[in-house]
Nanobody
């Protein structure tokens, strides 16, 4: 089981950029597809981005395409989410997730490990 810790969240203004990091422990990280999800107050957790084990394949939710980029550094056991042109609607707690020995997925139920989340607040 992969242990995940998110960081990098904070308060920014609309149009700003932010990079989230997810530090993973455990030797299964390199064998796991990774994902980012987010949850705003009172709403369901929703898919943001996912990346394959090698980092060669990724997918994004339509509402972040062209603005967000997911990447990973397997040597550092870390996955990133670069967020550009942030909007107030991006305000949410962002969660990192791992799908052990799995492929990329947009379904939150496909992931078996989750971090505690990091708060991103975008003001107008």
């Amino acid at each position: 089981q992969v242990q995940l810790v998110e960081s990098g969240g904070g308060l920014v203004q609309a149009g700003d950029s932010l990079r989230l990091s997810c530090a993973a422990s455990g030797r299964t990280f390199t064998g796991s597809a990774m994902g980012w999800f987010r949850q705003a107050p009172g709403k369901e957790r929703e898919f943001v981005a996912t990346i394959s084990r090698s980092g060669s394949v990724s997918d994004y939710a339509d509402y972040v395409k062209g603005r967000f980029a997911i990447s990973r550094d397997n040597a550092k056991n870390t996955v990133y989410l670069q967020m550009n042109s942030l909007k107030p609607d991006d305000t949410a707690v962002y969660y990192c997730a791992a799908r052990t020995y799995g492929t990329i997925s947009i379904v939150k139920g496909a992931y078996d490990s989750w971090g505690q989340g990091t708060q991103v607040t975008v003001s107008s």
